[in-house]
């Protein structure tokens, strides 16, 4: 629980056309992009996709990027987690310069993509095999790590469905064992590619308490890439708003809601205004 | 009645009792149709006549598919070894996908049946000739499905194993090779088939043992009941094996659907 109150977050703030100005956050930042951009290689000329993008991430903040489709935002998170390094300008984990796929992130997708061939309890697992330190006493601790995932599949209110394959699963359930899968690691940096996208509102919204709830519980550092601007507002201390391609940030955003927040505050006003905010800086950007 | 016969057709009494009606159908005209046309049976022995075959030359039969049996399954065993070593070398590298898939597809554009005199030059007569003509037909779709496998992976599903650090190694036996068990085992089920075809080939050219070699001998002399007996005892074998792997296949993929 020691994010509560982490970052000194004022008043909602703007930083308008924050290309370069990051947001007032206390501590080294764990993430920080600078001057970020990527072509994208065609038959003519290269297409230029994201133009210049910085900004820095403190620990334990939780960011959403939100913008028009193609500006590249998932190119942003896979340049965050190393899986992409074919850009320009420079980005930084830990201070250290991200030359390769980071070792200890945890990733959800749009798609679940679960295993197909594992259970879900294995699918939950998987990290603990590959993940240095856990990979090396693996076996050894199974049964603790097996006690570890079940807590946390009962959490996103999976108990009972260990033993069941990915099929067997309806698609909000599998989008919860995949943020179970992401999380069993405790990685230090929690990247977000719409997970939530395919799933019905009620469903949805559900997911967004169950995700503040666990990032609360573990402190990590999180990037939300999301269309959705009350996802955005609800679960972020800061929003930065992409323009359309090539893309730039063209809005930041802090949100000083009070957590954990229930969620009865998108019924407030302040919740209202901060959506509303967000939205007419994406709709000037056309 | 209609709604009641398409409810049958699900039950597991229908996969059993439909299949059997049919065979025994087919004996039945089989015998009646020879006996009413009176064919004789060095062109096409009636069924009776064949299972009288079989009973009186039993020993001489077991013995030649025993050889061929053998063959088979050694070929067999030989190409899973080679099909998946290099359908996992072809599906993980693009190299070695540029480089030996075009060479692989040509050569397996040759009919077998020719390469089966030089073998025997090369090899001498029987057991080997056999098994390297089974073991080449065999081990091409098992190379190629299982290339096929690797090669169709989501990218997603290796960037999940990609953003936890893991290694090429790691990628391959977590997700790669899982994979493409479904591809190696629908290509299992015709490589035992073909690794039969393979060995019969060989035996009715180059060798003086096995079911291929009865066959040929028997019918050159127009023992043609002796000669059916040798396919129904073929029939049988490729049977057992396909139900074998069919079986496997059910118990290693049971995560699926």
Known sequence: MKIIGVESMLESQRVVQSGLSSPAVSGKPVLELRHVSLQYPTKGSPITIIRDVSFSV?????????????????????MMAGLNTDHGGTLYFQLQPIAGPLKSVGMAFQ??????????????????????????????????????????????????????????????????????????????????????????????????????????????TAILITHDLREAVFLSDTIYVMGPRPSEIIFSLKVDLPRPRPLEICLTDEFHRLVSEVRQHIRRSY | MKKSFDRFLQTQTASVVLPAVTIVLTLVLWQVGVGLFNVPRF??????????????????????????????????????????????IIGSSRLAHLCLYPLLVGFNTIPKVALVPLLAIWFGLGLIPAVITAFLLAFFPIAVNVAVGLETVEAEMRDVLRSL???????????????????????????????????????????????????????????????????????LMGVLLYTFFAALERYVLSWRQ
Request: net charge neutral.
């Open chain 1, 58 to 78: 403190a620990h334990s903040e939780f960011v959403s990027i939100v913008g028009p489709s193609g500006c590249g935002k998932t190119s942003l998170l896979k």
């Open chain 1, 111 to 220: 798609n679940p993509v679960l295993l197909p061939w594992r259970t879900t309890l294995e699918n939950v697992l998987l990290p603990l095999e590959v993940v240095e330190p856990y990979k090396r006493t693996f076996k050894q601790n199974l049964a603790q790590h097996e006690k570890s995932a079940l807590e946390l599949l009962a959490t996103v209110g999976l108990e009972g469905f260990q033993k069941a394959y990915p099929w067997q699963l309806s698609g909000g359930m599998r989008q919860r064992a995949s943020l179970c899968r992401a999380l069993i690691h405790q990685p230090e940096l929690l990247l977000l590619d719409e997970p939530f996208a395919a799933l019905d509102a009620f469903t949805r919204e559900d997911m967004w308490e169950m995700l503040q709830r666990l990032w609360l519980r573990t402190g990590c």
């Open chain 2, 43 to 88: 062109i096409l022995p009636a069924p009776t006549q064949i299972l009288a075959a079989m009973n009186q030359w039993s020993p001489v039969i077991l013995r030649h598919s025993l050889t061929t049996l053998t063959s088979t399954l050694l070929a067999f065993a030989l190409a899973l070894v080679g099909g998946i070593l290099l359908g996992s």
């Open chain 2, 165 to 235: 650090g893991a290694s090429s190694w790691e990628i391959f036996t977590k997700v790669g090779l899982p994979h493409s068990m479904p591809y190696l085992f629908a290509s299992l089920k015709v490589a035992i088939s073909f690794a039969f075809v393979g060995s019969v080939i060989s035996e009715t050219v180059a060798s003086n043992q096995g079911l291929g070699y009865l066959i040929v001998s028997a019918s050159s002399s127009f023992d043609v009941p002796l000669a059916f007996a040798g396919l129904v005892a073929l029939g």
